[in-house]
């Protein structure tokens, strides 16, 4: 330990800590790399860090090695209430050589944190083994995943049984419903999420304005003549969540799927999930992403199935218990 300083980030940080973020990217695209290539020069990663350095109420630490910057960790707040008194390393937000070392960094800034009151913290951890190890070993756990897949070189077939097409005006009453059953699904256990649930008037109005917006691409699969399912597609740069370094180039994003309890296991999930893989591929682009709750047990089972690979782990620790 000679000679390890950590002290709090400051702005004089940008740049090594910028040059620490485009060598985790650099190792993090080795495992996934339709991740974008340019956030491996420090130039553009400078632009990720002084994002998150800039963000409101952003503050950290760095590790400071013979000299040399070897790890910094920068956390903010996130508005609203969902999130409860909030902390979030984002995508930008932390980069070790010694993956140990992020928990010398965090132990560092979290003890301002707590001294806010802020004790839910969330981290958005690029998918490399020891890193994630060293997250757990600070009392987190898994919350969310971000994925990726290549579009399909062929398109996928129907499936037998199912009637897959794009929804039209006459369907807003069943897409409103639909709405409704992923925040529903996952305020029960084990996900427990605090999302609102819109009611159905509300589901219906939003429908009724936005069926013909061409910038999302909605598919409803029909199972003996019912539409039980629906799946959204739009571009990725349509989702605050993942962008930046997170960000495939020309990437499609698999924004929304739901089928009704009493039509789930016969495929009407792969077949809307597919529909949008099949369009992203028509429309030229080369990949799709997603996310998913991993204790939403049928979405994280489901879209690994559909050969979606997870690029980042959300985790999540509560303070105080
Ligand atoms: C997620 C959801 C859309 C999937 O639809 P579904 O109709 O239930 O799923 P499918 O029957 O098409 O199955 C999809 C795949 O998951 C697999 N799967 C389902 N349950 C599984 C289990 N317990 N273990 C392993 N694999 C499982 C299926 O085998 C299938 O893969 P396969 O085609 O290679 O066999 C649906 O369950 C749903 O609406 N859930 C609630 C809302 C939600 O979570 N939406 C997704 C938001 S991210």
Not at 81 to 93: I, L, Q
Not at 239 to 268: C, E, K, T, Y
Not at 290 to 296: F, G, L, S
Request: hydrophobic share 45%; aromatic share 8%.
């Amino acid at each position: 330990m000679g000679g390890l300083v950590v002290r709090p980030f400051e702005a004089g940080d940008l740049v090594g800590a910028a040059a620490l973020l485009a060598e985790r990217h650099a190792r993090h695209r080795r495992r996934h790399p339709l991740l974008p290539a340019e956030y491996e020069d420090p130039e553009l990663a400078r632009v990720e860090v002084n994002a998150t350095w800039q963000t409101e109420g952003a503050s950290g630490a760095v590790l400071v090695e013979g000299g040399e910057i070897t790890g910094y960790l920068l956390g903010a707040p996130k508005p609203g209430a969902v999130w409860g008194p909030n902390v979030w390393v984002e995508r930008a937000g932390h980069a070790v050589r010694d993956p140990e070392k992020v928990r010398d960094l965090y132990g560092a800034a979290a003890a301002k944190w707590y001294g806010q009151g802020l004790i839910a913290h969330f981290a958005l951890v690029p998918d490399e083994p020891e890193l994630i190890d060293a997250w757990f070993r600070l009392g987190f756990g898994s919350q969310h995943a971000h994925a990726v897949r290549a579009v399909p070189s062929t398109p996928y077939a129907e499936h037998q049984g199912l009637t897959v097409r794009r929804a039209a005006r006459a369907d807003v009453a069943v897409l409103a419903e639909l709405d409704l059953v992923l925040p529903q699904h996952q305020g029960l256990s084990p996900v427990f999420s605090a999302g609102e649930v819109p009611t159905l008037e509300e589901a219906l109005a939003d429908w009724e304005e936005s069926i013909d917006d061409p910038e999302y691409m909605t598919f409803v699969a029909e199972h003996n003549g019912r539409v039980v399912g629906m799946s959204i597609g739009c571009s990725v740069e349509k989702s605050s969540a993942h962008a930046g370094l997170a960000q495939p180039d020309n990437a499609g994003f698999l924004a929304f799927a739901a089928v009704f309890p009493d039509a789930r296991g016969i495929g009407a999930g792969r077949a809307v999930g597919e529909a949008v893989l099949n369009w992203a591929a028509e429309v030229g682009y080369d990949s799709v992403v997603t996310d998913w709750r991993v204790t939403n047990l049928l979405s994280s089972r489901a879209w690994p199935r559909l050969g979606f690979v997870q690029t980042f782990h959300r985790l999540h620790r509560l303070l105080g218990y």
